[in-house]
């Protein structure tokens, strides 16, 4: 409450820097801003900045759910070199990224660039965000449905076709496919209208010259909307992607890992880790760190590769 | 080509800025627009369509199901599945419908998420307002230092704190509690203070400047001016995080081990699990799923302007 007092006084630092006492100065509003940001640097600290580095710690350590472990150096790292089920993991989830990652994108643009030259609807774009409203688990359930072997939507019209019924989520190699289309689903409206965005922010009169210069629309959106968006569309993919290699809820919904391990991906396989097979909390986090590491790297070579801080016409 | 365009909206809207005018004018259709409409046509069908389903399958029989499985309307049309995933129906029935004879307690699950939902996004809104406030308008030194360590805090992928909160959440007894579910973040996340400074460094200076000028402190300006002149933004904000809360399923499925603290995400890959894998109650699955997506698509008819809307500003941290 002493920051009351004294608040009058305060106000006129920004237009008076230098007619402020030196000392009221350099403390600026300190006392009333530790009493705002307590509450949620207590937060931070607690349940971000601590487990991080907690985290950290047992990947060096044997700890499991049970007792704390002790260091064990590299120990965890080896095993994790050595394991094959953790490379079959992290190949799947590379799978699933690269399939989900490029349907996604690809449509979001299309859809974002469509709705960007043809409509305003606020209608249209609550459609697509709809799916994203739903949680993983429902859409999941969803498609397991659509997709049953037996009673299917999807097989029904395969079979009227006179095609094949399709073990969508049994079969060893259409169930990371099926996957990544599920969250394809659920992911690609928001995506859009991320995109959708940065359209937004391109000036029209670019596509009022273009079109005074009879350029077609698929030249405009080589020659305008592309390079414009890049920069845009290279932060969509880093947020993006960083939520697709922890695709978690769809696999432990519907297929729990199989057929044999086929849809393990990283993040199931450390939950297994930890919570069903051994409790091995020290060898669970060293795959998270891993993941991190892999994660970190994902995100700096692409910020660089796209350039995403700049655009071409600036 | 614009010039002949027909349209009486061009003249409602003239071209003040050059920038808008143009796309808004009704243009001939082309091949190429009416192939571009039929591609959004084919992906609003694909987005509504496993929803329109849902819906169907679960007004559906499991015995006339075999029997109609392409068919557009429900067939054998009953709420038996609703019953079930209810648990309004008595395992005789329940298994005479092609249910697995388990009881849920839906009812209770929806308080849980209602719970943990709220507990996060009330208290969650407002710490993190405070801070957003702290490193958007007051002048203090370590405010750029401290705001840009919140930031990095971004950049930690969720997986990495799930062990060890988990451990802490045990170690302070609260496994298998709504607050344990709830605790991680309730009190703040990076996102929420990011989001919302934004919003409050918009704010005009002059308006808080008045209120300070007569007599009023830090905190009663954050309540009688900050807070108000933000509204849209905070209330954005908590419909986000309660959507984001409401729909979580790893910590829950780690935290949570019996009826208590069970939420709706968790119940209903319980109520699969459940299901028999043979000849599994499509009826009573669909039913559940529809129940537990409900609130959310609820809430989405309500505010859905405003959801879409922030969209565009959230992605992009």
Known sequence: MSAATHAPTTTAAPRSDGRATRRRRNLGDLPAALVFVLPATIGFVV????????????????TTAFQAGGFIGLENYQRLADDPVFWNAFGVTLWYVVLNIGIQTTLAVLVAVLMHRLTRSMVIRGIILTPYLVSNVVAAMLFLMLLDYQLGFVNEVIA??????????????????????????????????????????????????????????????????????????????????????????????????????????????????????????????AMSVALMVVLATISIVQFRLTRANQNDMA | MTTTAPSPTVTT?????????????????????????????????????????????????????????????????????????LGLATAAESLADG??????????????????????????VFFSAMAAYAFARLRWPGRDVVFSIFLAGLMVPIIFTLLPNFLLIRDLGLLDTLPGI???????????????????AGISVEIEEAARL??????????????????????????????????DYLWPLLVSQSDQSRVLTLALGIFRAQAPQS???????????????????????????????SIGFTGIK
């Open chain 1, 47 to 62: 349940f971000l900045l601590w487990p991080t580095l907690r985290g950290i710690w047992l990947s060096f350590t044997d």
């Open chain 2, 214 to 247: 007569d007599g009023a402190g830090r905190f009663r300006t954050f309540f009688t001016i900050i807070l108000p002149m933000a509204a849209p933004a905070v209330a954005t904000l908590a419909l986000l995080t309660y959507m984001t809360a409401w729909n």
């Open chain 1, 160 to 285: 009227a076709l006179g095609w094949d019924r399709v073990m969508f989520f049994g079969d060893q190699s259409l169930v990371i496919p099926t996957i990544a289309l599920v969250n394809v689903w659920r992911h690609v409206g928001y995506t859009a209208l991320l995109v959708f965005a940065g359209l937004q922010t391109i000036p029209g009169n670019l596509y009022e010259a273009g079109r005074v210069d009879g350029a077609s629309e698929l030249r405009m959106f080589r020659s305008i909307t592309m390079p414009l968006l890049r920069p845009y569309l290279g932060l969509v993919l880093i947020v993006t992607m960083i939520g697709s290699f922890q695709v978690f809820d769809t696999v432990s919904v519907a297929t729990q890992g199989g057929p044999a391990n086929a849809s393990n991906v990283i993040q199931y396989y450390i939950y297994e880790v930890a919570f069903s097979r051994g409790y091995d909390f020290g060898y669970a986090s």
């Open chain 2, 279 to 309: 000849a599994p109650d499509w009826a009573g699955l669909m039913a559940a799923t529809l129940l537990a997506a409900l609130p959310m698509l609820l809430l989405f008819l309500a505010f859905a302007r405003r959801i879409v809307n």
């Open chain 2, 182 to 200: 709830a605790l991680p973040t309730m009190i703040m996340t990076p996102f929420a203070v990011f989001f919302l400074r934004q919003f409050f």
């Open chain 2, 13 to 85: 809207t003239p071209a003040t800025s050059s920038g808008e005018a143009p796309r808004r004018r009704r243009r001939r259709p082309t091949a190429g627009r009416l192939l571009g409409w039929l591609v959004l046509a084919l992906v609003m069908l694909a987005t509504l369509l496993p929803f329109y389903w849902m819906l169907r399958t679960a007004l559906s029989t499991n015995a006339a199901l075999p029997g109609g499985a392409a068919d557009p309307l429900p067939v054998g049309l009953s709420i038996e599945g609703f019953r079930r995933a």
């Open chain 2, 99 to 124: 249910g697995s004879g388990a009881s849920l307690d839906f009812p209770l699950y929806l308080m849980n998420s209602v719970i943990v939902a709220t507990l996060v996004t009330v208290f969650q």
